[in-house]
């Protein structure tokens, strides 16, 4: 099983590419870059950081073995996982410096995670990436998930005969939706979870994960103002715009918020609280393609 939550790579394009959640699995097959979208009944995933996210396997193999099909003697396919934010921990940790040593890297995350996430990080999946700023020391991204949640996501498509040569969380994928050189909060619900990342010219500088008691005007404003108050502190200014995605509505968010407010948006059409991350990993290959070529 791989345990790369967050890598960059450079392999030939992926044959699938799923993003999966409680309502359903986005998926893009091979040879197009038209989102598709299949349900899934209530209670088959169920996104936790601490427990088992597949409850109902069986219901689960048979949806993805009706998008993949099967062909005796098939070589297998490479595939791109997308999993729910709220199945793993996203942090931004600054360090002084970093020793150049892997296996040190690691163990110096580890340790600065270890009262970050609810689970056992020796029987985690950890991946890192360094981030350059302005002045001494670094910032890293780091993503940690239970290896035993991980697997149970990727053995479906194993299953099906296809190799999950990625797995990621649906906000990492998201960062490559917004690029501009300004301060930008990405705001993006999927049933019950809200996902926030402050970015500052596509890098990312705060990411929160919180799962509210209800669905509510005033439980969302309890995740956005201290966000809002930590870039204050932080930058000295307010962001130069909110981007909503799986929200509805924005009419008078932006007047209460004292910030402009957008619907977010991608190269393929606009997002929903199911496909936001599979959006922003063909928007990374496309740009990356259209990079390339020039």
């Known amino acids: 099983m791989s345990n790369a939550l967050l890598r960059i790579i450079q392999d030939p394009p992926p044959d699938y590419i799923f993003e999966l959640s409680e309502g359903g699995i986005a998926y893009v097959r091979p040879g197009t870059t038209q989102p ?3 349900p899934l009944e209530a209670g088959v995933i169920v996104p936790s950081p601490m427990a088992d996210n597949v409850l109902r396997a069986d219901a689960l193999s048979d949806t993805v073995r009706a998008l993949v099909g099967t062909a005796p003697g098939r070589k297998r396919g490479r ?3 997308i999993l729910p934010d709220f199945c793993a921990r996203v942090v931004v940790l600054e360090f002084d410096s970093l020793p150049t040593d892997p296996k040190e890297q690691l163990a110096l995350v580890r340790f600065r995670m270890k009262r970050s996430v609810p689970f056992d990080l020796e029987s985690a999946a950890i991946s890192f990436h360094s981030q350059t700023r302005k002045g001494k020391g670094v910032e890293v991204i780091v993503v940690a998930a239970a290896l035993e949640i991980v697997a149970r996501y990727e053995a479906p498509f194993r299953a099906a005969g296809l190799h999950p040569g990625l797995v990621t969380t ?9 690029r501009r050189p300004e301060i930008s909060v990405l705001v993006r619900m999927s049933g019950r979870v809200v996902s926030v990342l402050v970015l ?3 890098v990312l500088k705060l990411v929160r994960t919180v ?3 209800e669905l509510s005007h005033e439980e969302l404003l309890g995740v956005l103002f201290p966000t809002m108050a930590f870039i204050e502190d932080h930058f000295h200014s307010k962001p130069a715009r909110l981007l909503f995605c799986g929200i509805g509505d924005v009419d008078g968010w932006e007047s209460e918020l004292g910030v402009p407010v957008e619907i977010l948006q991608s190269r393929f059409g606009i997002p929903t609280q199911y496909n936001a991350g ?3 990993y063909l928007q990374s290959m496309v740009e990356g393609a259209g990079a390339s070529a020039a």
């Open 36 to 38: 598709a979208f299949e």
């Open 200 to 202: 500052n010219a596509g």
């Open 170 to 178: 649906s906000g990492i994928a998201m960062i490559d939706l917004e």
């Open 79 to 81: 595939a791109v996982l």
């Open 211 to 213: 799962e509210l008691p």
């Open 278 to 280: 599979l959006h922003g």
